[in-house]
């Protein structure tokens, strides 16, 4: 399906109780975004754990620094939107978090196949948090949250960031070491 900045069809005036129904979707995706980056701090402390590389330790251990800063701009956000932080169960992140787990264990410990399995299990997340992120701040945008949609950019910013210095590390020795194990 392609937007068109320059379509014909005229847009719909947005309704108050439309507005509520897209509300009630933005909290729903902060509720469950929130949920998600919680269980990922700990996550990301496994796989800190259980790596070879001490460039892919570090960078692990930087975005569970991050991840807990998220978990607090959401909170901000929530109380921006008028509504109190809570989370609910993400499905998506709880099979992401999962799939890292299963790459610990059926990996070799200390080597760089699964340091290789941990950055491609790292970016699918990174890539769940993006969309999500990027979906959430287009809908506070929409709804007049300014401020809110300005955080949920930073949070967005952030996970960019991290998926680069991910494929940084994979492309600069990781992967062509893996190789050769």
């Not at 956000?77 to 809570?86: D, L, P, R």
Request: charged content about 30%; proline content about 1%.
């Amino acid at each position: 399906m392609k937007a068109t900045k320059n379509s014909t069809k005229p847009k719909k005036q947005i309704t108050e109780q439309d507005g509520e129904k897209l509300k009630e979707l933005f909290v729903d995706g902060l509720k469950d975004i929130y949920w998600a980056e919680k269980h990922l701090t700990k996550a990301l402390v496994k796989m800190s754990k259980n790596t070879t590389s001490e460039e892919l330790k570090s960078a692990f251990d930087l975005h569970t620094t991050q991840t807990e800063q998220h978990v607090a701009t959401l909170e901000q956000v929530f109380e921006i939107i008028g509504e109190k932080a809570q989370a609910k169960k993400c499905a998506a992140m709880e099979g992401l978090i999962e799939e890292a787990n299963e790459i610990i264990e059926s990996t070799d410990k200390d080597t760089l196949v699964r340091d290789c399995g941990l950055i491609m299990a790292a970016q699918k997340v990174e890539h769940y948090e993006m969309a999500s992120y990027g979906t959430l701040r287009n809908i506070a945008r929409t709804l007049g949250y300014e401020e809110a949609a300005t955080l949920l950019q930073q949070t967005l910013d952030q996970e960019g960031e991290t998926d680069h210095l991910l494929t940084e590390i994979a492309e600069s020795y990781v992967n062509q070491e893996a190789s050769v194990e």
